[in-house]
């Protein structure tokens, strides 16, 4: 009886769509008994959710493999062996690689306070940045902040102040365009004023 249950559940599972012996396996396995067609049908997609997540973890470690090889085949780092692990340092010629770097980075690097300028127009600054440049977002939430500018919401800033071109530019070299949208308050009030 119990093999023609489980029978059942892998038929059941199957469905209409064609699963691989491990995840036909993993997703009965990992349900409750008796769990409904529904229920293995939304393992069987967080399974397939969980190997996605896999896959992405190992492309990512895979480029940073590359990236240490390329480092060490490149006379900037040297592996040294410790015991049964691997310790990376900084060659001679990586110390100085470093230096440009930083030197390169500071000065390509986007300010993070600019002028501030007081203006008579209102301005608001409203943006919806993705999740994956949440770091360009503190970064425009702090140069807003620097500039004088009050927080409205996380992404929605007001103030009486210019905007100095470079930081027009810095949104420009950082992708951000697409994103932000500044506008320019003529009229003040509340609609119904505005409306008559």
Known sequence: MRMERLAFEVLDALGEVAMSTAEVIEAILTSPYGSSYGRLQKRTREIEQERAGVKQRSREQ??????????????????????NKNRWLRTAKGEKKIDI????????RPRNKYEKENDSEIKIIAFDIPEKYRRKRWWLRGAV????????????????????????????????????????????????????
């Open 62 to 83: 895979r480029e940073f493999y590359d990236l240490l090889y390329r480092l060490k085949r490149d006379g900037f780092i040297a592996g040294k062996q410790t015991g």
């Open 145 to 196: 902040k620097s500039m004088g500018f009050t927080m409205l919401q996380k992404s929605v800033w007001v103030g009486k102040f210019k905007l100095p071109q470079e930081f027009i530019g810095d949104i420009k070299f950082m992708g951000l365009l697409p994103y932000v949208e500044i506008l320019a308050v003529t009229k003040t009030g509340s609609l119904k004023e505005l409306t008559r």
């Open 101 to 108: 770097l930083k030197k390169y980075f500071s000065e390509t």
